[in-house]
């Protein structure tokens, strides 16, 4: 049989056990009070109450204060999870340090007009606000994430309600599966020519031998060079350096590199060898013709 705490119980321990979690130490009594907005003795007596219960432990010393049991998870419906996985949050488009979600579920799924989740969330629920917009994932398995307006909070549970405005999922299947074909040109070749050569191929992006290197250029920097008058040019000018990934990358790590370089293209190789390009529009292509074949 489940332990029934009080209210004031239940708030301190999920203090205790955020607090915990962030310094990975002992948690002083008056570190609990501050976070939840109690007098210190009044948080002492609880511990003393909650110790009793075998739910708290005490660490003697000047450095000493509290710690969780396993039995305090237990209490308030938190698995302690050895490596577990951090999934972010930004409320109002700033993140929130030290904030974690434990659980995630979707609470009108039979509703015709409504999609509402409700998350419980680990750390200091004085972030949260009814009004605020706020975005959480993406989960570590199927990398969810979900965005939207919070418009519940129950500080008692560490739980909000949010009217999820997108439900989104990033790919974790290999790059190989979404990767355009691998059409080079020599970087000698004029811009025309690479016209020519996007067009008849319907290429996004292309490799570019250039001084050697393996290099992209997109059909849109192509078009916009011909409409500067720059047809005549090398194409191998107009070409940019870039990162390659393995075939057999998940798309959302790759997707992640494009980000953190700024780039809408990537080279995907297979061993030494380059075998196609991962581009955006391309992805967006086969998630859209993926998920038409589906409805």
């Known amino acids: 049989m489940s332990l029934k705490l009080t209210p004031i119980q239940r708030e301190t321990l999920m203090a205790l056990i955020s607090i915990y979690r962030k310094k990975g130490t002992s948690v002083r009594g008056e570190e609990i009070a501050a976070l939840i907005n109690r007098n210190p003795g009044t948080v002492r007596n609880q511990m003393q109450t909650m110790k009793a219960l075998g739910l708290v432990e005490g660490v003697p010393g000047p450095k000493g204060g509290y710690k969780a049991t396993i039995k305090a998870f237990e209490a308030v419906g938190m698995e302690e999870v050895e490596d577990e996985a951090i999934i972010k949050i930004w409320v109002n488009g700033e993140p929130v340090e030290n904030g974690n979600v434990q659980e995630m579920a979707f609470t009108t799924v039979r509703h015709p007009g409504l999609c509402r989740a409700e998350m419980k969330l680990i750390g200091d629920m004085r972030v949260y606000n009814i009004g605020d917009k706020i ?23 560490n739980v909000i309600l949010v009217d999820a405005a997108d439900v989104e999922t990033l790919p974790k299947r290999p790059v190989g599966e979404y990767m355009d074909k691998f059409v080079v040109m020599e970087g000698g070749k004029s811009i025309k020519d690479a016209k020519e050569k996007v067009e008849s191929e319907k290429l996004d992006s292309m490799a570019v031998l250039e001084e050697g290197e393996i290099r992209l250029v997109s059909n849109k920097d192509v078009f916009l060079s011909l409409a500067e008058g720059h047809g005549d040019e090398r194409v191998g000018s107009i070409s940019k350096s870039t990162i390659s990934v393995d075939v057999n990358t998940p798309l959302h790590i790759a997707i992640v590199k494009m980000r953190e370089e700024d780039t809408r293209s990537i080279l995907v190789s297979e061993g030494d060898k380059k075998v196609g390009i991962l581009n955006k529009v391309h992805i967006l292509d086969v998630i859209t013709k993926g998920l038409m074949d589906k409805i």
């Open 135 to 157: 975005v959480a994932g993406p989960t570590p398995v199927n990398k969810i994430i979900v965005s939207g307006e919070i418009i519940g909070k129950d500080d008692m549970d």
